[in-house]
Structures are given as structure tokens and as C-alpha cells.
């Protein structure tokens, strides 16, 4: 099952937004008068992270899947990419496509900077979902396998070390939608602008810089948005008390884990993430 499969049966667009000083590369999809969903992904990811859930959010919204700024095929500011530089990219997308409210599903590093959004815009955030968020902790181990598994992937030719390091996101690999996704992204990581940025781009796996932007119980007590959060029991990247303890400090948060499945549920578990989402998109419109 390729990528144009998954996007066969719905009408799509993909666009390049101007957001401030740069084009944002998007896809979107869905009525133009539905709600807005905008679709974020994990630190060095790209749109095409979440080509198993748009078909399914497009019968009912106007979904919008961003490659990040600095990532993909976006703008690459030559600075640091920390938290609130994201964030006001973020912004600058939304209002460039006119939507006033979003509900927000960030995967990774782009639960990160949503979290981070609906407690400094609350206004704009309708809802928030939180697939295996990063951002609460210090874990040198885990930064470091990040660094050096991206460095890796980036700066050697041979595709293997693209490869390993999709493969770090799956507990269980799919071998015809990997393979398509490892070509997609060993294409994006040898682009000579991404690797100039690749340092920016990792910025947030130094520990100072990590410690700036932490995601703190107060900050994320400020969250007045619904809000799931969605976890692997197998992700490498964080374990379920990680979650359970991110569901606790956001009020009114529901924690939802899924068996057999890594960092990118999403993708692992489409058949029971969709319906769970738009089940809770549905409720957050609702209220």
C-alpha cells in the first residue's frame, strides 16, 4: 500500500502557504467550511506522516497536514528551532489559511508545540491531541540516540541509516509503506538546505537549550483545550508513566494506550486511532 493509495479516494491539495518570511508546504484536504484539524509531526518528520488518518478526517474537516518550520520542504530559518519559534509558524499558518480556532494533533514534537500553542493561544485551539508527545522530560540517553540516528540517516549516503531510523518509530515495520517513507525522507535529509539546518533542527536535543522549552506541570495545568492523549505501549521514546503523568497535569485530559504499537500511532494503529479522533473531534466540537 503506497501513498497514493492511502490518498486515492479523496480530493486533495498540495500547496505551498506564505507564512511570513516563508513557504510553508502543506496538504489539505476536506470542505472548506469544515472545522480545521491541523495535522504536526516529530522532530525532522515531514507531512506524510499522517497519510493514513486524512481520508478519514476529510469526510467531515479541513485537514491540513504541515511540514514543520525548518522541516521537510518548508522555510529553514538559520536559527535554533526551539518551542515558540514553532509555535508563532504555527500561527502564522493559521492565519494565512483563515482559521480562527484548529483542533491540533501533534505527534512527537508536534504534540510539543501544540500543547505549547493552547496554553499561550487558548483562544485558537479547539481541541488537542497528544500522539507519544516529547518535551517533558531530560533524557540524555534517549537525545543522544536521537542526534546520532539523525546525523546518521542525514549525513551518510546509504539509505540504511534512513531506514533505521523510521524504523525507530515502528514497533512492528511495514515493509511496502516504510520503504516508501524511508525514500521520501532520505530524499528530504540530503537536500543541501536541510543539512545546512540539521543542527537547528536539533537543537532541542541539547540540554540546555531542552530545559527552556520543557513542557512543565504549571504550563500544561493552563491547558484548557480537550485534550487526548494517545500512546504506544512500545514506544521507544517514552513509556506509559510518561503519559499517564502528562494525562494528570492537563485538566480533563483522557489517556488512551494502544498494545503493540511504537512511536507512531497513527500509523501502527490507524484502524483504531481514526475513529477514536474523530469520536473525540466530534465531543470537542460539540461542547
Not at 261 to 267: D, L, Y
Request: net charge negative; aromatic share 8%.
Amino acid at each position: 500500500m503506497s501513498i497514493w493509495n492511502e490518498l486515492s479516494g479523496i480530493d486533495y491539495r498540495h500547496a505551498y502557504v506564505e507564512t511570513g518570511d516563508f513557504k510553508t508546504r502543506a496538504l489539505q484536504a476536506g470542505p472548506e467550511d469544515g472545522e480545521h484539524v491541523v495535522f504536526l509531526h516529530g522532530t525532522t518528520g515531514h507531512l506524510e506522516a499522517f497519510v493514513r488518518n486524512i481520508p478519514a478526517h476529510a469526510e467531515r474537516y479541513r485537514c491540513h497536514s504541515i511540514d514543520m518550520l525548518g522541516h521537510g520542504y518548508t522555510g529553514k530559518p538559520d536559527r535554533p528551532a526551539e518551542i515558540p519559534l514553532y509555535v508563532e509558524h504555527l500561527m502564522a499558518y493559521l492565519d494565512a489559511v483563515g482559521a480562527e480556532r484548529a483542533h491540533l494533533v501533534g505527534e512527537s514534537l508536534g504534540g510539543w508545540v501544540g500543547s505549547w500553542a493552547a496554553s499561550e493561544h487558548p483562544d485558537r485551539v479547539a481541541s488537542l491531541q497528544l500522539l507519544c508527545m516529547g518535551g517533558t522530560k531530560i533524557n540524555p540517553a534517549i537525545m543522544e540516540r536521537l542526534k546520532t540516528s539523525t546525523s546518521d540517516a542525514a549525513l551518510k549516503d546509504d539509505i540504511a541509516f534512513t531506514r533505521e531510523r523510521l524504523r525507530l518509530l515502528w514497533a512492528h515495520w511495514d515493509e511496502d509503506l516504510g520503504e516508501e517513507l524511508t525514500q521520501i525522507r532520505y530524499d528530504i535529509y540530503h537536500r543541501p538546505d536541510f543539512q545546512r539546518n540539521l543542527h537547528n533542527l536539533l537543537a532541542l536535543q541539547e540540554p540546555e537549550a531542552r530545559e527552556r522549552n520543557l513542557l512543565r506541570p504549571d504550563r500544561m495545568g493552563r491547558i484548557k483545550a480537550p485534550t487526548l492523549v494517545v500512546w504506544g505501549n512500545k514506544n521507544p521514546l517514552g513509556d506509559v508513566p510518561e503519559a499517564e503523568a502528562i494525562a494528570a497535569a492537563i485538566p480533563g485530559a483522557r489517556l488512551e494506550v494502544f498494545n503493540e504499537c511504537g512511536h507512531w500511532p497513527q500509523h501502527e494503529k490507524a484502524d483504531l486511532y481514526n475513529p477514536l479522533s474523530l469520536e473525540f473531534l466530534a465531543a470537542s466540537s460539540a461542547t
